[in-house]
């Protein structure tokens, strides 16, 4: 059974940092493009970064410059680092994996920014 956990989601106020994790099992992560997605209030979810598996990484504009995707394959885990953030950042955000043509979601984790 494919497992995405995500954690490090919070109240943080504007101009500081989160990193968010997503733990992976049950599938060959090692072989998966990553991805984080977030979901604002009223508006649609948008893929904010990307990272394949031989860690090439890509970003939405919005966030060029202050977000950063990496992931460790040792621990089966993505992570997002997130930086100078802004209050349009607060979204719940998902990571999703892909592999084989086959798309898994974690559960999602809520990050709120503050003034």
């Known amino acids: 059974q494919v497992q995405l956990v995500e954690s490090g989601g919070g109240l943080v106020q504007a101009g500081g940092s989160l990193r968010l994790s997503c733990a992976t099992s049950?599938?060959?992560?090692?072989?998966?493009?990553m991805y984080w997605y977030r979901q604002a209030p009223g508006k649609q979810r948008e893929l904010v970064a990307s990272?394949?598996?031989?860690?090439?990484?890509n970003y939405i504009d919005s966030v060029k410059g202050r977000f950063t995707i990496f992931r460790d394959n040792v621990k089966n885990t993505v992570y997002l680092q997130m930086n100078s953030l802004k209050l349009e950042d607060t979204a719940v955000y998902h990571c999703k994996l892909r592999n084989s043509a086959r798309d898994y979601w974690g559960q999602g984790t809520q990050v709120t920014v503050s003034s």
């Open positions: 049950g599938i060959s992560f090692g072989l998966s493009t």
């Open positions: 990272i394949t598996n031989y860690g090439s990484t």
